[in-house]
């Protein structure tokens, strides 16, 4: 059975971490049996991240994208029926959610005070009291570095709402009044844009972006039927 090494469900979501939460939705999409390990600390795994897969043989595959082309090889088609300009379309949402939606729930979880009033303890609360005040504080101001380095931590709140908002815009416009991204049956792209959407609305304080997507009655709800058909 292929065991999936996640972060803890947390927040109301399968997992702290939306890339986890993608992983299980792709594997209950596979009809494939696994099991979850839940992690607390990812540093062992092949790329020091979480989500990764445990094989039968002992093989470890690290990164949710890999898990996807895993379970591709064998024969699950998560995009089953899609041309290949949907195909592209698909890549392209996949893309535009993991490598910029997402740095914006980084920012709505780490950044924003309130927040990470209530994160640090759900993310470190299992540590000893001592290491519990050194290890959040110090994660929190390497991420803020690199949240600079990308540049969307240098934007106020009002500005990465306006950053964001064609993002949504966008994934609204795909949507239309289908269920899924692409139609009647969730894909690929489903797995990765519906765990963001959920994951950013499980924000535990309300932020203008939590807000944003949860009273969108498109979006709200997408998030809502993917949670439902694939969690
Ligand atoms: N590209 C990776 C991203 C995974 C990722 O960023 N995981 C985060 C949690 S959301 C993680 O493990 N962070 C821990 C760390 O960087 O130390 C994937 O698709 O699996």
Redesign the pocket.
Known sequence: MIKLYT?AAGLGQFS?????T??GWLLNLAGVPWERHDMQD??K?P??????IGLKDGTII??????RTYLEKQGHDFDAGLSARDKATSRAFIRMT?EHI?FHQ?MDRWGDDANWNVIREEYFGFLPPILRRIVPSK?RKDLMRTMKGIGLGRFTVQQRLERIEPDLLAISAQLGDRPYLFGDTPTAADATVGAFMNAIMASPVPTPLSRRVSQDPILGAYAARCATAMG
């Open positions: 972060f702290y971490s939306p890339f986890c993608k992983a990812p540093r795994m790329l020091g991240k979480l989500p990764a690290p990164d949710s994208d890999n898990i993991e997402y980084v994660l």
